[in-house]
């Protein structure tokens, strides 16, 4: 009956072209349609979704507007900053004639990654109510509103000489931990995520992949600090429904049949996300770390993840080969399968916040070696307050040290004990989604904030 009244009301959906973001999105459409919402999804012609994955949903392309070059940028951060300003047009006049032809079915409102930050003043000329989901912690954006602060404190700029400082603001995050990326033109990243917090907090409401119980205090300080209410509706990927995979690469199921042949929690998964980038001697520490410490590994090797090679090239000859049968390289894995499967032991992560989310769900320890921005927190909540994994901390990869950290979760006492603990994560996490639970709780007042705005806007 209540889910009979929804009908007739339409949601647009605006995710950031890059995996990371577009996955969550997709999971949360999918939460929302089986509310009774309608959900069409303005997407770029950059990393585009495949609409035939997702039937229910209707899809629009609008243009980017970027060159060659730049579509073709390493330099996430210029892209976004780019895409920020020639997106404005495409969108303005897709969103224009979305709203003049939904007569039957009015639109409640815009729900759009935060850092499509333009995407707000674009929806308020049109009067659209104006949602944002952001794909990362709570307790990483939480440090954004600071910047100011952090810059009049001189912790930022990082400097070298101080980056095993405490940042007392933020324990336990020290210099080194502070959620930025390394850039030349430092102050377009500052002036990035300024605009990410003033459009955020210019909002209706924010949308997390995450669940109270986990990050309550980072949670409680931005309902403070924004004056927005926030919906901690997370793991999304974990609400009974039938989602379609939007992976943007072809998910290599030999990983699964490749599992099926190791022991149980013996596999040391291995992926940097779709982002991360390493550099040949990264690499090839990693590869021989693996290879030393005798344990079953699968390793998910992107296309493009070591600077300066198309794939696999920087591997000595025979080192696949010689391993006989104990590692296996995929170009992309089906992730959330293989976390859960029952072979694997631990997860060797960059700590980006979806892979963080599919882990601690299944239980799994983790080995981390953030890259940049958000992951540098992940990381550091992980290993040090959530305790359900370990950090690679030295600034340089090196084969016996990474030997020592696999022996240390998959051997020792502390793995044994990380291991209890993340075990009992999975669990709460689980059970917030059930009827009673903190993110079930959220979802349902989420529902009614998007009926009463939509209701507004009739
Ligand atoms: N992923 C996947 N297969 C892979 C590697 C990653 O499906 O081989 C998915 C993973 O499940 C997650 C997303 O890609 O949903 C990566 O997001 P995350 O926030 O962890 O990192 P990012 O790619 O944004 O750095």
New binding site residues.
Partial sequence: MEQQQRKGLRLVLFPLP???HI?PLLELATILHSKGFSITLIHINFNSPNPSNHPHFTFHSISHGLSETEATTSDAISLITLLNIKCVEPFRECLASLISNALDEPIACLISDAMFHFSRAVAENFKLPRLVIRTTSATSFGVFPAFPLLLEKGYLPIQDSRLEELVVEFPPLKVKDLPVIKMRDQEKFYELISRVVSETKASSGLIWNTFEELEQPALDSLTKKLSIPMFPIGPFHKYNLAYSSS?LLA?DQSSISWLNTQPPVSVIYV?F????VLSEAEFLEIAWGLANSEQPFLW?VRPGLVHGSEWLEPLPNGFIENLGGRGHIVK?????QVLAHLAVGAFWT?S????TM?CICEGVPMICRPSFIDQKVNAKFVSHVWNVGVQLEDEILERGEIERMITKLMKEKEGEEIRCRVSKLKDMALSCLKQGGSSYKYLDSLVNHIQSLGHSNL
């Avoid at 996300?273 to 991360?276: E, F, I, K, N, V």
């Avoid at 992309?332 to 959330?336: G, H, T, V």
């Avoid at 980006?352 to 892979?355: A, F, L, P, V």
């Fill in positions: 890059f995996q990371g996955n992976s998910e992926s996300g779709s982002l991360a998910v992309w894995a089906p992730q959330q960059h980006g916040w979806n892979s599919e």
